[in-house]
T-cell receptor
Framework: DTGVSQNPRHKITKRGQNVTFRCDPISEHNRLYWYRQTLGQGPEFLTYFQNEAQLEKSRLLSDRFSAERPKGSFSTLEIQRTEQGDSAMYLC???????????FGSGTRLTVV | GNSVTQMEGPVTLSEEAFLTINCTYTATGYPSLFWYVQYPGEGLQLLLKATKADDKGSNKGFEATYRKETTSFHLEKGSVQVSDSAVYFCALLIGVGNEKLTFGTGTRLTIIP
């Protein structure tokens, strides 16, 4: 068990470009979550999967954001036409029973210039 | 709605000092409560949790007691170490089926030798 893995660790992109992040959860975990953390704030919920089904999306997840979890394994989060306000740490977490004892990855830090 | 209010930081203490980080919450229903810790450059790690009133969570010398009457979950440690320097997040989760953690804004703790 290597924990939750996120790639890349850092991404710098120009405004208007598309970016994609990957999350590999703990293999036995059927639940996968994406959160966003801006500087000086706590993480904010974006979306959640149970197996391959995306069960809930936050209002924070505009139509420029899309997340997938094909085959209920790894997940990708894509941001199209990035804006400076998208600069943040994007955190992925997984769990088995959804009791809140998530395992978080180290995050992907996105900087939009 | 649900929310978590944390003591504002940063907090700076000398090694071996007593630590308290205040956390209060507002929730509909009966939440589970959590403290997460984020060390520099790392993801969030679950520090401790409590799932019902009067429960005490403890780990690595840290403790927090779920106080329903004061809607609080203050984090305490009797003697802090330099290695405790990190950002601490209080969080809550409501009920079965609601998989979203709601976080406070975090409290940055720095311990000086």
């Amino acid at each position: 068990d290597t924990g939750v893995s996120q790639n890349p660790r850092h991404k710098i992109t120009k405004r208007g470009q598309n970016v994609t992040f990957r999350c590999d959860p703990i293999s036995e975990h059927n639940r996968l979550y994406w959160y966003r953390q801006t500087l000086g704030q706590g993480p904010e919920f974006l979306t959640y999967f149970q197996n391959e089904a995306q069960l809930e999306k936050s209002r924070l997840l505009s139509d420029r954001f899309s997340a997938e979890r094909p085959k209920g394994s790894f997940s990708t989060l894509e941001i199209q036409r990035t804006e400076q306000g998208d600069s943040a740490m994007y955190l992925c977490a997984s769990s088995l029973r959804g009791t809140g004892g998530y395992t978080f990855g180290s995050g992907t830090r996105l900087t939009v210039v | 709605g649900n929310s978590v209010t944390q003591m504002e930081g940063p907090v700076t203490l000398s090694e071996e000092a007593f630590l308290t980080i205040n956390c209060t919450y507002t929730a509909t229903g009966y939440p589970s409560l959590f403290w997460y810790v984020q060390y520099p450059g790392e993801g969030l790690q679950l520090l401790l949790k409590a799932t019902k009133a009067d429960d005490k969570g403890s780990n690595k010398g840290f403790e927090a007691t779920y106080r329903k009457e004061t809607t609080s979950f203050h984090l305490e440690k009797g003697s802090v170490q330099v290695s405790d320097s990190a950002v601490y997040f209080c969080a809550l989760l409501i009920g079965v089926g609601n998989e979203k953690l709601t976080f406070g804004t975090g409290t940055r703790l720095t311990i000086i030798p």
